[in-house]
Every structure is written in C-alpha cells, then in structure tokens.
C-alpha cells in the first residue's frame, strides 16, 4: 500500500478523479466547497474517519481526539457531520498539532476549521473544510464514532480507502479498486501528456482532439 500511495502523489488529481469515475462507475469526487483552507500541499494517505451528530450536551470530540492520537502515521482523518453543519468548526490548532505530532498526512472536514493564523504560523498543515468558522462544536455537536463508513461532500469514505487531494479538491479512491484506479490514472496522464505536446506541436487544438479523442 505505501508504494501505492507514493505513486498517487504523482499523478493528477483530475486523472484520478476520471480514473476513478472509469473503474468504479461512480463519483468519487467531493463537492466543491471541501477546499483548501490552510496552503496548497498535496495530500495522499489512507482515510481514517469520524462521524458526529447533533447534540446540547457540552463535549470534546472525543472519538477524534483518540483517533489523531491512535490512528497510524501518514493517515488522512476525515471528519463528517450528520446534517452537515458548515458554519461550526470540528477542527482547530489543537487537534492540529496533535496530528502534526502524529505525522498524519492532513484533514477533511464536511464542517468548518478555525484557528487558521495559528495552523498556518506554527504547523503549515493541510486542511481541506467546507468553512472557516470560529465557533465550537461544544453543545452543538458531538463524536459518536470512528473508523466507520462516513459521507463527506456527497462521497462515503471507508476507513481505509486512499483520499487524494490538492488544489484542484479531493477524490475518494476505494481501497479495493486502488491499484487499478492508479493504473488508469497514470495511464490519463500519459495521454494527455502526449495530447499536448501534439496540440503545441501542430498548434491546433482541434488536431489533439482527434487523434485522442479526449478533452
């Protein structure tokens, strides 16, 4: 799995976005709005997930504490919010310098993010959110569950499947279906790298077209 993960780092995050849609015959792209809040890193490594849901109880997301602490090295920890709740942050500097200590690999929140001068300042560490907010979860909402199957910006994520993500957003690569999304993947690279070398050379866009049939 890590020399796969290593090979998602090179390819781009459209073409996994297609290869995926390809293989699996279904989105695996989030919607728009999970963008990045903090900087313009790259982000690959497999899901570890937690999901929340309302409450008035006044509660640490404990289950995502635990998991920032437990889960492995390299993960990506992706938080959902039954409902959704883009106006509430359920990821701030603290929970960013516990996965900065663990060495995880960044954030997916179907939520808000705040304490963004401080991330940026003394971690630098990717985190995609559908918001920036400065308001608590604490008597809004609570943790109920990690490692479980969860939907984030219209996609479920299993524990385990590869989240790849940059500027452009974030695709879900099923676990199952990792290597043969990969191998599509690359192989979208390679012909559109072709493609634009025959665009540039012919100086015809309508020449590219043809040839690949792809656009």
């Known amino acids: 799995m890590k020399e796969i993960i290593e090979a998602f780092r090179t390819v781009a995050v459209a073409s996994v976005a297609d290869a995926v849609d390809k293989v699996c015959g279904k989105r695996g792209y989030m919607d728009s709005s999970i963008k990045p809040r903090i900087n313009d890193k790259r982000?690959?490594?497999?899901?570890?997930?937690v999901l929340e849901t309302a409450t008035d109880e006044f509660l640490?997301?404990?289950?995502?504490?635990?998991?920032?602490?437990?889960?492995?090295?390299?993960?990506?920890?992706?938080?959902?919010?039954?409902?959704g709740a883009p106006d509430v942050a359920v990821?701030?500097?603290?929970?960013?310098?516990?996965?900065?200590?663990?060495?995880?690999?960044?954030?997916?929140?179907?939520?808000?993010?705040?304490?963004?001068?401080?991330?940026?300042?003394d971690?630098?560490?990717p985190v995609f959110a559908r918001s920036v907010s400065p308001g608590t979860t604490l008597g809004r909402y609570k943790t109920v569950a990690s490692q479980v199957p969860v939907e984030v910006g219209d996609v479920i994520v299993h524990p385990g499947d590869i989240i790849?993500?940059?500027?452009?957003?974030?695709?879900?690569?099923?676990?199952?279906?990792?290597?043969?999304v990969l191998a599509m993947a690359q192989e979208i690279d390679q012909r559109e790298l072709e493609q634009a070398k025959l665009i540039v050379a012919e100086k015809s866009l309508r020449k590219g077209l043809a040839k690949y049939g792809r656009i």
């Open 123 to 125: 971690y630098d560490f």
């Open 164 to 180: 790849v993500a940059d500027i452009d957003g974030v695709v879900v690569v099923p676990q199952a279906k990792a290597q043969e």
């Open 43 to 49: 982000v690959v490594g497999p899901a570890a997930t």
């Open 91 to 121: 990821w701030g500097g603290l929970m960013t310098a516990g996965a900065f200590a663990n060495e995880h690999e960044g954030a997916i929140l179907d939520g808000g993010v705040r304490d963004l001068a401080e991330i940026r300042r």
């Open 60 to 83: 640490p997301p404990q289950h995502a504490l635990d998991l920032i602490d437990e889960a492995p090295a390299g993960s990506v920890i992706v938080i959902s919010i039954q409902g």
